[in-house]
């Protein structure tokens, strides 16, 4: 069940309607988590014991920690936490990735490199930094554990954020479990808004995008130059209507139900440097990596190269938490080298010039982002800086579909009207009356024109 299918309709308004009409706090937070276990049933009941086990290690080991005066015993809690943690997601994720990576060394032992059939749990990725910032966070004394396991169940596995974020700490979201939030109708009415808008950049943003990219990807030894260009901007498209239409349905959702989630976008495609460009993608997964990587690794308070070390360290293993392959590594390194030179500036560029070779450092990023492989993507590189290779076996397709074009026109016009004091109209305000009718044409288009077949969100990968 996807948040654009008519089962999640169906689902979140049953839902909604359920939590506003239960007036006990401990009744609608029960009622949200048999909810959200459901939700997580929908794709694999099996795996719903590993949010339990997750919920269940990390509320005790909290306990325990805030319990416990020894320093030595605190840390073994910790470990423990990030053990089994880790272990679940090292396992399910990163098994097959280590026995293939390591297959030379383990054959040469005479002993056999065996992969084996794990499918990888829905969302691992996302609720395994969610509970290990929890446990972190109470052992660096900075968030005392909650006393109530089913505050802390329900923020493990509260639905809207369960299978891809954003990543919210528990310093955010407990506090507002432990209350029984209020109804507003102009609340209700701001996280409706944003769930239609979600809706419409993934449906008619990035799935029509993405039609185009697959084509050309999937072929693109066929393709003139031009055409790859596209493909590649169109992919830049189709991830950032993608996952931030998703975040946005997922704070929608819970905005109606009376909950604030934090920011996950913010133009990202106006970033003028690379750690402007981090500062406004996927900002909880920049941020954590931020918090409980980069800082505790010695962050910039250490020398120049010790520096560049960590921030290496922190975008490869930010690349790897993506997915188990080569190309999200490459792509973890290559955001890595760009942040290290960015350290560096000698000159200033204008506005213009930062923008541009920003936005091409990103581009060459997704393209590493998007291939199934190296070989793949050298395939791609080689056709946007090679133009002419290979065209003895043949004329290469100039193919300039009208609606790709239309929507990186659009990409760049909306990126574009954030920035100016029209961005209160895009919101559809309460009271302007315009919305209504603005509101209808996005249902009406929604209806009609959405993209034929079953196109998953592309963060539910990682």
């Given at each position: ?105 383990i054959e040469s032992l005479g002993m056999n490199a065996t992969t084996l059939d794990i499918i990888l749990p829905v969302g691992i990725s996302f609720f395994t930094f969610q509970t290990l910032s929890y446990t972190i966070d109470v052992y660096r004394g900075k968030l005392r554990p909650t006393e109530r396991w089913l505050d802390f169940a329900l923020y493990v596995a509260f639905f809207p954020q369960l ?15 432990a209350e029984l939030p209020s109804l507003s109708r102009r609340r209700f009415y701001g996280g409706f808004q944003q769930l239609l808008r979600g809706a419409v950049k993934k449906v008619l943003i990035a799935d029509r995008l993405g039609e185009t990219v697959d084509v050309v990807f999937g072929g693109v030894d066929l393709y003139a130059s031009v055409t790859v260009w596209i493909a590649v901007v169109a ?228």
């Amino acid at each position: 069940m996807t948040f654009t299918q008519a089962e999640f309709v169906v689902f979140v308004a049953f839902v909604i309607a359920v939590a506003w009409s239960l007036r006990g706090q401990l009744g609608r937070n029960g009622w949200l988590l048999l909810a959200s276990y459901y939700f997580y049933a929908y794709w694999d009941y099996r795996f719903c014991g590993l949010l339990l086990i997750s919920t269940l290690v990390d509320f005790v080991v909290a306990r325990k920690i805030a319990g416990s005066s020894s320093p030595i015993q605190r840390r073994a809690w910790l470990w423990v936490s990030l053990a089994v943690n880790l272990g679940m997601l090292g396992f399910f994720k990163y098994f097959n990735f280590f026995i293939d990576s390591a297959r030379p060394i383990i054959e040469s032992l005479g002993m056999n490199a065996t992969t084996l059939d794990i499918i990888l749990p829905v969302g691992i990725s996302f609720f395994t930094f969610q509970t290990l910032s929890y446990t972190i966070d109470v052992y660096r004394g900075k968030l005392r554990p909650t006393e109530r396991w089913l505050d802390f169940a329900l923020y493990v596995a509260f639905f809207p954020q369960l299978v891809a974020g954003p990543i919210v700490r528990a310093s955010n979201l407990l506090p507002q479990l432990a209350e029984l939030p209020s109804l507003s109708r102009r609340r209700f009415y701001g996280g409706f808004q944003q769930l239609l808008r979600g809706a419409v950049k993934k449906v008619l943003i990035a799935d029509r995008l993405g039609e185009t990219v697959d084509v050309v990807f999937g072929g693109v030894d066929l393709y003139a130059s031009v055409t790859v260009w596209i493909a590649v901007v169109a992919y830049a498209g189709q991830i950032y209507y993608d996952f931030s239409g998703y975040s946005d349905m997922a704070i929608g959702v819970a905005k109606m139900l009376g909950y604030r989630f934090p920011v996950n976008f913010r133009h990202p495609y106006l970033a003028t440097s690379m750690s402007d460009f981090w500062r406004r993608w996927h900002i909880t997964l920049s941020t954590w990596l931020r918090d409980y990587l980069y800082i505790p690794l010695g962050g910039s308070r250490r020398s120049s190269v010790r520096t560049n070390a960590n921030l290496m360290i922190t975008m490869s293993l930010g690349g790897l938490w993506h997915g188990a392959s080569l190309t999200f590594l490459l792509w973890g390194i290559w955001h890595g080298f760009a942040l290290i030179v960015g350290r560096f500036k000698a000159v200033a560029f204008p506005k213009w010039l930062a923008w541009s070779m920003t936005m091409l450092v990103v581009l060459m990023g997704w393209v590493l982002f998007r291939s199934p492989d190296f070989s793949s993507a050298m395939a791609v590189y080689e056709r946007l800086w090679l133009p002419f290779a290979g065209t003895d076996q043949g004329p290469s397709i100039i193919w300039l579909p009208p609606l790709t074009l239309l929507a990186i026109g659009l990409m760049l016009a909306d990126h574009t009207v954030w920035t100016t004091r029209w961005r209160r109209c895009m919101r559809l305000p309460w009271d302007a009356w315009y919305s209504p009718v603005v509101t209808a044409i996005m249902i009406w288009s929604l209806l009609l024109y959405a993209p034929k077949g079953f196109r998953p969100f592309v963060y539910f990968q990682f």
